[in-house]
């Protein structure tokens, strides 16, 4: 009986240390779901206490000719399930960032400029970095593309972020624009026009 726990424990245990060396960094108290598709582990790093959910896509591909390509999250981070992250140079998911499912998440787009050929056969157009907030809140079915998030933001359900939002603010529509931002002086949040300014009420 003891010869074959430990043959179950030994087993648990290359398996479990095969997932982390897969990948460039792989944190303590980390859960990526065995369902999660990648084909570039290498070029991915999973800080501490990350949780990866269920059926996801994440993957590092020097598309478009980057020296480097990476796809970082940091401690913390809880990616729900479903999400699409793609990076073809650098995506970022700074600490306790939040998820939820069908998530799309990209720095780059296909090229569409020529009429005569497929989209699909076109080269993959390399956009900004991106780089996702501590602290943030990712709602359902929402895209980022080539933006930044800042700092404990919250991008409402179905939004299509295609430009970057400040640190501390509620975005919504598609394109998202910004309709709340935290006054520092009044220690609240605000109502503010599509640029971020505040309403006076």
């Not at 295609?162 to 006054?183: E, W």
Request: proline share 3%.
């Amino acid at each position: 009986m003891k010869r074959f726990l430990r043959k179950i424990v030994l087993y648990l245990g290359g398996v479990i240390l095969g997932k982390r060396r897969r990948y460039a960094h792989y944190g303590k108290n980390s859960s990526v779901s065995d369902t999660v598709k990648t084909g570039s582990p290498q070029n991915i790093e999973i800080g501490d206490n990350v949780c990866i959910g269920m059926r996801t896509w994440m993957d590092a591909v020097p598309l478009t000719g980057k020296e480097t390509c990476r796809l970082v999250f940091k401690n913390g981070a809880t990616i729900g399930e479903y999400n699409h992250i793609y990076a073809t140079h650098s995506i970022v998911f700074e600490e306790d960032v939040l998820t939820a499912n069908f998530v799309y998440v990209s720095d780059n787009l296909h090229g569409y400029e020529n009429i005569d050929v497929p989209i699909r056969k076109q080269s993959i157009k390399q956009l900004n970095p991106v780089v996702i907030g501590k602290g943030c809140w990712i709602g359902e079915h929402v895209s980022i593309i080539g933006a930044s998030i800042g700092a404990n933001s919250v991008i409402g359900a179905n939004s299509v972020v295609t430009r970057d939002i400040p640190d501390y603010c509620v975005a919504v529509g598609a394109p998202a624009v910004i309709i709340k931002r935290y006054d520092m002086e009044r220690q609240c949040w605000r109502k503010t026009n599509k640029m971020g300014g505040f309403i006076e009420e």
